[in-house]
């Protein structure tokens, strides 16, 4: 949308330099200068944005005390701007207002020509960045870098690469500019489809993170409230599982697959 934006915009400053022209009040000369500029300034824009971080924060992470969280983050943030030795490392920023804003936020970002996304929240707030990211169908996936600034109440993710609980040092981590490739898994149901950068579960697991909504006001201690909740009143279930070729089937309390190392 954004790109299209441009180009009518674009189209709309061409017509009004042609119809001054056919009037003689400006130079043939000017006009193709105007036109440099106009095109010039469309570059630099978009490189600008491809330079840039995209930040998304969830301002109801972790122990609410986001407002001095954030203004912690914009300082150092502005702090190691300062040593970069390149002139367009900036970012702009949006804060989630809803479930699932990131998704909507990411398309967002990703017209407006960002490739390099900070999430800042917990799992959950990664979980929907990422699910933004493959959802999208302009560019490639792997040409997104995904950082994490994490302030949860669940940080299972960032403990499989070592990345520190901390602002500063996950800041420390991004300015650094070291990069990995990770796979993403996919979760296919018959009405949906969800990808996931950790894990997914089933059985008490997904009963869990489903009742942990309604205790996330609690913060840190809500993952225990929800535990003890779900060791009382869940009840065990059967799963069948197919893989490659061999069934099986049992009563249990969970079933986790993923790609990383760690869960709850």
């Avoid at 972790?62 to 150092?76: A, D, M, T």
């Avoid at 990211?133 to 490639?140: D, E, G, L």
Wanted: proline share 1%; with cysteine.
């Amino acid at each position: 949308m954004s790109l299209i934006l441009t180009s009518l915009l674009f189209d709309t400053k061409i017509q009004f330099l042609q119809r001054m022209f056919i009037k003689k009040e400006l130079s043939i000369d000017y006009c193709i200068l105007v036109v440099y500029l106009i095109l010039f300034m469309s570059h630099l824009e978009n490189f600008n944005a491809k330079n840039s971080w995209f930040i998304i924060a969830n301002p109801t992470s972790g122990n609410r005390k986001f407002s001095k969280q954030w203004k912690e983050i914009q300082q150092l943030l502005k702090l190691k701007n300062l040593d970069y030795s390149f002139a367009f490392t900036q970012y702009s920023f949006a804060f989630t207002q809803y479930s699932k804003h990131e998704i909507e936020l990411v398309e967002s970002a990703i017209l407006k020509g960002f490739r390099n996304i900070i999430s800042i929240g917990g799992d959950g707030t990664l979980h929907h960045v990422v699910n933004g990211i493959m959802m999208q169908r302009y560019i490639k996936t792997s040409d997104i870098t995904i950082a994490v600034i994490p302030l949860g109440t669940g940080n299972d993710w960032i403990k499989t690469y070592n990345i520190p609980n901390s602002i500063k040092k996950s800041i420390e981590i991004i300015a650094s500019k070291k990069t990995i490739l990770q796979d993403i898994g996919v979760l296919k149901t018959e009405n949906k489809t969800t990808y996931f950068n950790n894990v997914a579960g089933l059985g008490y697991d997904g009963y869990i993170v489903n009742k942990l909504e309604s205790l996330k006001k609690f913060g840190a201690v809500s993952y225990l409230l929800a535990g003890i909740y779900g060791l009382l009143f869940y009840k065990k279930s059967i799963f069948k599982i197919v893989l490659n070729d061999k069934i099986i089937e049992t009563n249990c309390l969970m079933v986790i697959f993923g790609i990383c190392k760690f869960s709850g």
